[in-house]
């Protein structure tokens, strides 16, 4: 599996499995990329927004899925859309010019053979606001048709998350 590709692979790159990503309950892509060495993440309202790979800015790094270049950012990728995560730490001869930082390469999920489903929901307490309004809703329905040749996956997310703060302001006057 994933370790083995670590193990075998003639870069410095780290590999997520599609199980591994959805062992947390990650809002986005970059939360779960975020938990590997060398990885860095930049927050905006208590979510990732942005990385940093070996402490250079993203601008830096090339993002691709499926092998082509990410046309969005990769904060409102899905961490349950996804099979898999490669991130390469070294730059090598195969990569963009622009990817002095390193490579993120997204696998999408496979559509299985056959009729598929899954429903997955989470809740959560806020003890900051008394809030117990938050969740996470994912649910996936997937098959396959003209003899496997076609598969549809059709996955829809619903989250909401209270991730208020906590501030203190402090001044002084001479």
């Given at each position: ?139 996936q329905v997937s098959n396959r048709f003209l003899d496997d040749k076609l ?24």
């Amino acid at each position: 599996g994933a370790r083995l590709q670590q193990i075998n692979s003639l870069t410095i790159k780290n590999v997520i499995s599609a199980e591994k990503l959805q062992q947390n309950p990650d809002a986005n892509a970059i939360e779960a990329i975020g938990r590997l060495p060398g990885v860095s993440v930049d927050r905006s309202g208590g979510e990732g927004s942005g990385f940093r790979l070996r402490g250079m800015d993203q601008s830096y790094s090339s993002v691709t899925i499926n092998g082509e270049p990410l046309p969005v950012g990769l904060n409102s990728v899905s961490t349950y859309a996804l099979q898999g995560v490669e991130v390469y730490k070294s730059l090598t001869a195969n990569l963009e010019g622009n990817s002095v930082a390193g490579r993120i390469d997204l696998t999408l999920k496979e559509t299985p053979k056959g009729f598929h489903y899954n429903v997955l929901a989470l809740s959560g307490y806020n003890a900051l606001n008394n809030d117990f309004k938050n969740y996470n809703f994912v649910g996936q329905v997937s098959n396959r048709f003209l003899d496997d040749k076609l598969g549809v996956l059709l996955s829809l997310n619903a989250d909401r998350a209270n991730r208020s703060v906590e501030t203190m302001n402090v001044g002084y006057n001479t």
